[in-house]
């Protein structure tokens, strides 16, 4: 029943910006961390960037610098603000969630994916 609602792709052009945005709904529970993967065309899926319920954050290299994550824990949502858009951004992005319950079990759910494309 827990579900995670992304909004905010689509296409901008290079240099320029976008905020992604997931919600989760169908639980009371704040997720042990939220964060952000993404699969390039053609290519495998792979981390941008996580954020634990304290606020730690963790960076891919590739968007060190450009791209920001921050989360609500009230609102169980996290945002990915992408700025200095490049063509290699251009890639489905996915929303990831983990909750951990009692005896350290881990529950993980993903977003349906929304496309982002970086194109002049």
């Known amino acids: 029943q827990v579900q995670l609602v992304e909004s905010g792709g689509g296409l901008v052009q290079p240099g320029g910006s976008l905020r992604l945005s997931c919600a989760a709904s169908?639980?009371?529970?704040?997720?042990?961390?939220m964060g952000w993967y993404r699969q390039p065309p053609g290519k495998q899926r792979e981390l941008v960037a996580t954020?634990?319920?304290?606020?730690?954050?963790n960076y891919a290299d590739s968007v060190k610098g450009r791209f920001t994550i921050s989360r609500d824990n009230a609102k169980n949502t996290v945002y990915l603000q992408m700025n200095s858009l490049k063509p290699e951004d251009t890639a489905v992005y996915y929303c990831?969630?983990?909750?951990?319950?009692?005896?350290?079990?881990?529950?993980?759910?993903w977003g349906q994916g929304t496309q982002v494309t970086v194109s002049s």
């Open positions: 990831n969630a983990v909750l951990v319950v009692f005896g350290g079990l881990a529950n993980e759910y």
């Open positions: 169908g639980t009371i529970f704040s997720f042990n961390a």
């Open positions: 954020i634990t319920s304290g606020g730690s954050t």
